[in-house]
């Protein structure tokens, strides 16, 4: 029986989605044999050798597999669900987002909600699709960039039409991570009859406890994405992935274009998710928070220049750090003109680059910045100072 009771997902999914009969493409039927069904080039690809790269062990001239069940069977694995069929692929979590909106959201008629500070792709996708964003900003205060539930629950209660609510957590750029206990709040609030996304790209620099993939075996209305960009350092690759109870899982896999998963991504995916690559993965992050804890307290003496106390959690890998106005060290006397100074500074005269936040709501003044290598942030840190001295 589908739990909470009073969720149904054929009422959710768009008419035209659940009647839709899914592309078949050559290699759903057969995979091997010779292979005369999909007019590939019979005389393989056209990159000269030696590239330096295993290209003629991967058979680039045919079309890859259309649903990689060893990725989904070994991710699912790893994050404690069932089998491959609780696992979606797409080309990077971005693509899920999308595919997400396509699949629930009437163009012009349904909306979103969002709760800013918060990933921006949320509502450029919605608006790419046609769909109207609610925003219910987070609790700011101090820093603590937390769910107002009350307001979310008074909002969905009054607006009908709200098929999404998108939660990142840990956020971005927030930095911190949303107790299981509020989001399992959202899913069992009988006035939302949509879905819940909670986006996790950075949740293995949180720790895996603070994972909402544990309810989803629980919830039919919880959808979770996650990334291989983040703690498996792949970007290059985009691969993002989307967890959820199977029926939600064979309506995205219908309504995905076919391959759209490269072969060489799916290489690079299969060794980063190899017993070796997942040591090595969580060996990564350790030293990453190591890191962070180590620039957090460098930024510390930073302060009589005008930087203030890193915000949010530090639970992913980068800390938001506000610069202050000349002179002052209260973290309320935020500069966002200086910090725009800065932040130019080092990117056009010393060729650092961190990102600008300044213009987002709890983030006055802030800079974005990702945790480096150690001689990386020897280097911020030095360039900053100098920064901070100049302007």
Known sequence: MTYPSHFSLEQI????????QPYRCARDDYQSGILLDAN???????????????????SLNRYPDPSYDQIKGTF??????????????????????????????????????????????????????DV??????????????????????????????????????????????????????????????????????YIDFAG????????????????????????FGLAAIRLGVAMAQPSLIRILSNTKAPYNISSLTAHAALSALSSGGINLMKSNVASIKRMQASLIDSLKRLRPLGLGETRGGNHANFVLVPVLKRGFTSDDEY????ATRIYKKLAEDMGVVVRYRGGELGCGGCLRITVGTEEENRVLLNKLEQALSQE
Request: glycine share 6%.
């Open 40 to 58: 590939e080039n019979s005389l393989g690809h056209s990159i000269p050798e030696p590239s330096g790269l295993p290209f003629n062990d991967l």
């Open 76 to 129: 699912a694995s790893l994050r404690g669900l069932p089998d491959a069929s609780f696992v979606f692929l797409g080309v990077g979590s971005d693509e899920v987002i999308d595919l997400l909106l396509r699949i629930s959201c009437v163009p012009a008629k349904d909306k979103v909600l969002v709760t800013p500070p918060t990933y921006g792709m949320y509502a450029v996708c919605a608006q790419v699709n």
């Open 335 to 338: 500069d966002n003109a200086r």
């Open 208 to 231: 895996e406890e603070g994972s909402a993939v544990s309810l989803i075996e629980r919830y039919a209305n919880i959808c979770v994405t996650q990334t291989l960009s983040k703690s």
């Open 132 to 201: 109207a964003v609610l925003k219910v900003p987070l609790d700011v205060e101090a820093g603590s960039f937390q769910l107002r539930l009350d307001e979310i629950k008074r909002v969905i209660s009054q607006e009908k039409d709200i098929k999404l609510i998108f939660i990142c957590s840990p956020g971005n750029p927030t930095g911190t991570t949303i107790p299981l206990k509020d989001i399992r709040a959202l899913l069992e609030y009988p006035d939302f009859k949509g879905l819940v996304i909670v986006d996790e790209a």
């Open 13 to 20: 999914i768009r008419p035209n989605i659940l009647a839709l």
